[in-house]
């Protein structure tokens, strides 16, 4: 039986539209560059997702705060404006200072303390998004966090009256008891604000300073390892429950591999990017005597700090970190 050319078409295109009808794209604001280690994380997760639900769900990566900028993007998957997001952990930590229990000074200052931290907290942190309609899916930590100056540290005095690049609540604070003075610097920012004289010190990890390229407007790096913050990516819950099963499967297992490449690529990303720097003549230098012992006094007043704004259950979190 021949069929019509007209109705050849008319069957095409219905079969067209019922396929642009099963798929789903999806964009995703990350505030990282396209080499960060987090962001080609977050592309292979797209990837891994695409290919498990047969293309029907597609997530397409927006990086280095092109769609939407670092502070705004838990509030934008929160209302619904982008369904899935990337953002660092503790820029909440004004809202609940639960989120900045990874940001602690000495608390969790290598991979396998950051990691027990993450398994003590991680249930309670998806609570508290849980009450905001966001599903948290997965975390990874950055490098440990050390000092960038254009001078040597030796005892933490010559941080008096600097202006010191920062990030997060605890990065204030800790600039503040150093008496330095703390700016907040998006990471995309951070040559700039060196280069007009905006800061001239920064806390953040081998990663952010090899990616920003630290040695064109500074000269030394204290691997002080005061602690290890996490980025999450977090979903709208109504938009992730509106899935079907077999989708929401997908993300989950997309989501749990991407947290365990994560985590390693953040081991190895720590060597490699302190290599880069000292082959670009940036001064590595692990922090002395007098300076680990100051670092420590300051670690013990955040930490109690903390625990005055956290409450009951900041309590509750560390002791079931210490208990692990």
């Known amino acids: 039986m021949k069929i019509k050319a007209k109705h050849l078409a008319a069957v095409v295109l219905t079969a067209a539209i019922g396929t642009a009808q099963a798929e789903t794209n999806w964009d995703m604001p990350t505030p990282y560059g396209d080499s960060n280690f987090h962001t080609v994380n977050i592309r292979e997760f797209a990837e891994d997702v695409r290919e498990a639900t047969d293309g029907e769900l597609n997530i397409t990566v927006h990086s280095g705060g092109s769609l939407i900028k670092h502070p705004e993007i838990k509030n934008s998957v929160r209302r619904g404006l982008v369904p899935i997001g990337e953002l660092i952990m503790s820029r909440l930590a004004n809202e609940d200072p639960l989120f900045e229990a990874d ?39 950055w490098p440990p966090q050390g000092i960038y100056t254009k001078f040597a540290v030796e005892t933490g005095e010559e941080l008096q009256g600097v202006k010191m690049r920062a990030y997060n609540k605890s990065s204030e604070r800790l600039a503040e008891l150093f008496g330095a003075v703390p700016t907040q610097v998006e990471v995309p920012d951070i040559p700039t604000a060196f280069g007009t004289g905006r800061v001239d010190a920064m806390i953040t990890s081998p990663s ?4 920003t ?23 709208n819950t109504r938009t992730f429950e509106g899935l079907p099963e077999s989708m929401q499967e997908a993300i989950k297992t997309a989501a749990a591999e991407a947290e365990k490449r994560g985590w390693e ?7 490699a990017k302190i290599k880069i720097m000292e082959d670009n003549g940036i001064v590595v230098s692990e922090p002395s005597e007098a300076l680990v012992e100051r670092l ?9 700090e903390w625990l005055e704004r956290a409450g009951e259950d900041g309590k509750a979190l560390i002791e079931a970190y210490r208990a692990r």
Do not use: C
Request: proline share 4%.
């Open 103 to 141: 940001s602690v000074p000495y608390l969790a200052s290598d991979y396998d303390e950051a990691w027990e931290l993450w398994q003590a907290s991680k249930d309670m942190l998806a609570e508290r998004l849980e009450s905001q309609r966001l599903t948290l899916l997965f975390a990874v930590p």
């Open 213 to 235: 390229r630290a040695w064109d407007y500074l000269s030394h790096f204290n691997h002080a390892q005061l602690w290890l913050p996490k980025n999450m990516v977090i979903i």
């Open 208 to 211: 952010t300073g090899a990616n």
């Open 296 to 304: 420590q006094e300051v670690g013990a007043t955040m930490e109690q």
């Open 265 to 271: 690529a953040s081991k190895a990303e720590t060597a």
